[in-house]
């Protein structure tokens, strides 16, 4: 159908036919860097008539990328693929600015419940730790980065590029210890989209600590191993709480010559060379004076005592003959 022509006061003016105009992309999403199908009916048929790609929201005079329809006034148009965000297609007559038709579209990912997460919540300290990710709009220089808990949102100590893949998984080196993030952004931007957080450190179940040796001289070192520690754990040792119901005196020296008899046992506070317990002792007469035992009932004051008891120097000067 021709275009027609009204003549008022002398003047030619170009009417359109009643059409109704038409244009859509065949999908409501494209990926990143996708060929973008563009459908257009109605159109009158000049061969000025365009067909363009605007940011969503701006002017209707505003345009990224455009194209004539060659005076079709229906067909396909293909558009080559742009990044992510909010788009339209609009229409136009003979190299008009009237906009005739608009349809809008998005490039990213359908799925937009953006996901970033560790497969595990606790890492030891080096192991890899491995991110999955979904529902990135799949730019090629959207990153996921590691960084501390409670750092700014452009802070990071190590990121990988997704590589315009919208989900899957990166894998990062290991970390030492501490309380970390998994931060997801698009296209080089600073914008966390998604975070989640998980530790460095100690995996329950996994601790160990022992000595190389059941027992070690006084003036040799003690070796200690120790596994699945967090950085900032501390490693002592300690005397256990001491249980001496009977105390053995076996190391006491006595002297050949010594004849039956029966011996006190006085033992005293280091701190305050207070007696703390008495009892007795029997030795057999014979070739060698034997020492059968002594015992010493558990006190109160006893287990105070107990450094005092593992010095047998300290002990022999406590003995006296009854």
């Known amino acids: ?17 009643a059409f109704s105009q038409s244009v859509k992309t065949q999908k409501a999403v494209y990926a990143p860097g996708e060929s973008i199908v563009v459908e257009f009916s109605g159109f009158p048929g000049n061969k000025q008539d365009w067909i363009s790609i605007a940011q969503a929201g701006t002017a ?103 590589e315009g893949r919208q989900s899957g998984t990166l894998t990062f080196d290991g970390m030492s210890y501490g309380d970390y993030e998994v931060r997801g952004y698009y296209n080089n931007e600073y914008t966390v989209r998604a975070r989640y957080a998980f530790k460095v450190g100690n995996v329950a179940g996994n601790t160990l600590v022992k000595t190389q040796q059941p027992s070690y001289r006084t003036d040799e070192k003690i070796l200690v191993e120790f ?5 900032t754990s501390r490693i002592g040792l300690a005397l256990p ?17 010594t004849r039956a008899a029966s011996l006190v046992l006085r033992v005293y506070s280091q701190a305050n060379m ?10 057999r007469s014979g070739p060698e004076p034997v020492l059968q035992w002594a015992s010493v009932p558990q006190s109160r004051a006893l287990q ?17 003959w009854a």
């Open 1 to 17: 159908m021709k275009n027609l022509f009204a003549l008022f006061f002398g003047v030619a003016f170009l009417v359109y036919p």
């Open 60 to 162: 209707d005079n505003s345009y990224i990328t455009y194209q004539y329809t060659e005076g079709r006034q229906s067909g396909t148009i293909i558009f080559t693929g742009m990044q992510y965000g909010n788009y339209e297609i609009r229409g136009y007559f003979n190299n008009e600015y009237i906009l005739r038709a608009r349809y809008a579209f998005r490039i990213g990912n359908v799925d937009m419940k953006i996901s970033v997460k560790t497969q595990q919540a606790v890492y030891k300290p080096g192991e890899s730790i491995v991110v999955e990710f979904s529902g990135l709009p799949g730019n090629k220089q959207d990153w996921i980065s590691i960084a501390q808990t409670g750092s700014a949102d452009n802070s990071y100590i190590r990121y990988l590029h997704t």
């Open 227 to 231: 596994a699945g520690f967090p950085g």
């Open 274 to 283: 207070k007696c703390e317990a008495i009892s007795t002792m029997n030795i």
């Open 241 to 257: 709480k001491p249980v001496l119901p009977i105390i053995p005196i076996s190391f006491i020296n006595i002297p050949r010559a």
């Open 304 to 320: 105070k005592s107990f450094a005092v008891m593992n010095y047998p120097f300290f002990m022999q000067e406590c003995i006296r």
